[in-house]
């Protein structure tokens, strides 16, 4: 089976601080990505990777970068946290292809809250 | 935005089949349909995709139309565990970014 494992299930951090969430898969995924879920407004995506070091901006990046110095790890940093992030922060991955690549396997999830 | 539409619920009695149906009249001819659920409080599951044929896995089947318009996802024999909001999508996102609708929640009732 597919693992894809969080660093936390739950984080509460103060306005300001410096937050990494890490994630990392067993299953050799060449794609890697960072979405963000709140209500009313879905499934957000963040950040994408589809090979180390190598990234590209989702449709929120401002405020977020991200690390992938290893294939099986894709880290997502908070610069300075602010109470807009907080949120539920999904991992994903993915093995390349048209086809594949939209095959994802979730983390359980981190719940952030910024105070 | 979502490209598909879907019921906002639907209940299903727990060892009875489970038929979720989706519209995606806008597809394109090289789209993928994929199915996804998502169980409270926990991450997204994939369950299936496919582009024309019939696909069926050790989760689900999934009945794509001719037209590729809609497509049904079936559940043969739903347990309570299966309750769950479940969405349907199109690939063809940026970045290969996964984009829900509402999708529609199920309920399954022992």
């Known amino acids: 089976d597919v693992k894809v494992t969080q660093s936390s299930r739950y984080l509460v951090k103060r306005t300001g601080e410096k937050v990494f969430l890490e994630c990392v898969q067993d299953m050799d995924h060449e794609n890697m990505f960072w979405y963000r879920q709140d209500p009313g407004l879905g499934l957000r995506l963040i950040y994408f990777?589809?090979?180390?070091?190598?990234?590209e901006k989702g449709d929120i990046p401002e405020g977020y970068s991200v690390s992938r110095e290893k294939k099986e790890r894709f880290s997502l940093i908070l610069e300075s946290a602010s109470t807009n992030q907080t949120s539920m922060y999904l991992c994903?991955?993915?093995?390349?292809?048209?086809?594949?690549?939209?095959?994802?396997?979730f983390g359980p999830g981190t719940r952030l809250t910024v105070t | 935005d979502a490209k598909t539409t879907q019921p906002p619920s639907m209940d299903c009695a727990e060892g009875r089949a489970a038929n979720l149906p989706c519209n995606h009249s806008?597809?394109?001819?090289?789209?993928?349909v994929y199915w996804y659920r998502q169980i409270h409080s926990q991450g997204p599951q994939y369950i299936i995709h496919g582009l024309k044929n019939n696909e069926t896995n050790e989760m689900a089947s999934l009945i794509i139309t001719e037209d590729r318009k809609s497509s049904t996802l079936i559940l043969p024999h739903a347990t309570l565990r299966d309750t769950a909001v479940y969405y349907c999508m199109n690939s063809g996102g940026s970045n290969y970014k996964l984009t829900f609708g509402k999708g529609t929640l199920l309920t399954v009732n022992p």
């Open positions: 994903a991955s993915s093995f390349v292809g048209l086809e594949s690549s939209y095959e994802q396997y």
């Open positions: 806008t597809i394109s001819g090289n789209e993928y």
């Open positions: 990777s589809y090979d180390v070091k190598m990234k």
